[in-house]
């Protein structure tokens, strides 16, 4: 149980665009969602935590206005990576507490050209 | 200091070693540990929790020492298939309060 549903698992974009990652609790009602950026041979680091129905809460450092989180529903988180550039090419990854422990999406490998 | 450090390695291991990492925590109130297993371009799995008591399960066990602020992960019996990253996470309160240490990268070799 407890499955997390990321989605694209990879996206290669153009400078400038924006792309949308989607998390989805599949079995479990998630009222919060955190979101990773990893780094290659770097450590997992929080970017922010969203909020079902309400703002998220970002890390110091994380642009609120580059990095869009919405969590409108109990199943659904979206981050979207507004006006990127090849520096937010990354791994990016949701997470959420459930009763097995920090359950993790499979992860979006994003690659801004 | 970092609050969650790991030895990046690689540690290099013959099939049917035994090998043993530890991770280091600054915050004396972190309350529960968890390590990780992360294959190359993959999500985090858990692998075990960390219990005050010492747990194990298979041929992995794992360990916590408060006062010293150090967890550690022992693998008996190496298989190739345990060739993966190894990443010690630490709860310092609610389970937002979660960081991750940078991993150790484990090769098991033929």
């Known amino acids: 149980g407890a499955v997390v549903s990321q989605h694209p698992s990879r996206v290669i974009c153009k400078s400038g665009t924006s792309v949308k990652i989607e998390c989805r609790s599949l079995d479990f009602q998630a009222t919060t969602m955190f979101w990773y950026r990893q780094f290659p041979k770097q450590s997992l680091m929080l970017m922010a935590t969203?909020?079902?129905?309400?703002?998220?809460?970002?890390e110091q450092g994380v642009e609120k206005d580059k990095f869009l989180i919405n969590h409108a529903s109990l199943t659904l988180s979206t981050l979207t990576v507004t006006s990127a550039h090849p520096e937010d090419s990354s791994f990016y990854i949701c997470s959420a507490w459930t009763i097995y422990g920090y359950t993790f999406g499979s992860g979006t490998r994003l690659t801004v050209v | 200091r970092k609050e969650v450090e790991q030895d990046p390695g690689p540690f290099n291991v013959p099939e049917g070693a035994t090998v043993a990492f530890n991770c280091t925590y600054s915050n004396s109130a972190s309350q529960s540990f968890f390590w990780y297993r992360q294959d190359c371009r993959k999500e985090p799995k858990l692998l075990m929790s960390v219990y005050s008591s010492g747990n194990e399960d298979g041929r992995f066990t794992a360990q916590l020492n408060r006062a010293s602020q150090y967890i550690s992960l022992l693998i008996r019996d190496s298989k190739l298939s345990d060739s993966a990253t190894y990443l010690c996470?630490?709860?310092?309160?609610?389970?937002?309060?979660?960081?991750f240490g940078t991993g150790t990268k484990l090769q098991v070799i033929p």
């Open positions: 969203s909020n079902e129905g309400s703002k998220a809460t970002y």
């Open positions: 996470v630490v709860n310092s309160g609610g389970y937002q309060k979660v960081t």
